[in-house]
C-alpha cells in the first residue's frame, strides 16, 4: 500500500470506506478463492482505487482559477450586469450565482476578487425599483396610532 498523503481525517474515511467494501466482498471471495490469500491484495486494490479517485477530485478542485469571462471593470452597465463566471447579462445576478454556480454575492466578490460595494443589480433596474418602493409608500414611518388627523 503506497503511503497515504491525505489529512488524517480522509486517510481515516479511506480505510473505513475500504474496510466496508471488502468485509462486503468477502462472501464473494469466499466461494472463488482462499480469503486469507486473496483478501490483503483485494484490500490494498481497494485503498488505491479510493485513494486515486479522491486525490483526482482534490487536484481538480485545486485547479488554477479561471480567467472572468469579461473585465470586471466591464461588466456594470446602465441597463444590465455581465456574470463573470458565464459572461452572460442581467438585470440581477443573485439569483443566477446561488442557482448555477451556488454562490452567495459575498462568494462571487471574493472568487474575483470584486470590492465589498460591487453591485449586483443593474444601476437602472435598481433605481426603478427604488422609486416603485418610494411611490408605494415603503420606506416611511408609520403614523402614529394614538394621534389621527381629523
Not at 47 to 57: D, I, R
Request: glycine content about 6%.
Amino acid at each position: 500500500m503506497e503511503k497515504a498523503t491525505h489529512s488524517p481525517e480522509l486517510t481515516a474515511s479511506l480505510l473505513d470506506a475500504t474496510a466496508k467494501i471488502a468485509c462486503a466482498s468477502a462472501d464473494g471471495l469466499r466461494i472463488h478463492t482462499k480469503i486469507e490469500e486473496a483478501m490483503p491484495t483485494f484490500i490494498k486494490t481497494v485503498y488505491a482505487a479510493l485513494s486515486e479517485a479522491v486525490g483526482g477530485a482534490i487536484a481538480a478542485a485545486k485547479e488554477e482559477p479561471k480567467a472572468p469571462a469579461v473585465n470586471p471593470k466591464r461588466s456594470v452597465f446602465p441597463e444590465h450586469i455581465i456574470c463573470l463566471e458565464d459572461g452572460k447579462k442581467f438585470k440581477s445576478l443573485k439569483r443566477h450565482l446561488s442557482t448555477e454556480y451556488g454562490l452567495t454575492p459575498d462568494e462571487y466578490r471574493a472568487k474575483w476578487g470584486l470590492p465589498a460595494n460591487y453591485p449586483m443589480v443593474a444601476p437602472n433596474y435598481a433605481a426603478t425599483r427604488s422609486q416603485l418602493a418610494k411611490a408605494s409608500g415603503l420606506g416611511r414611518k408609520p403614523a402614529a396610532a394614538g394621534k389621527r388627523e381629523a
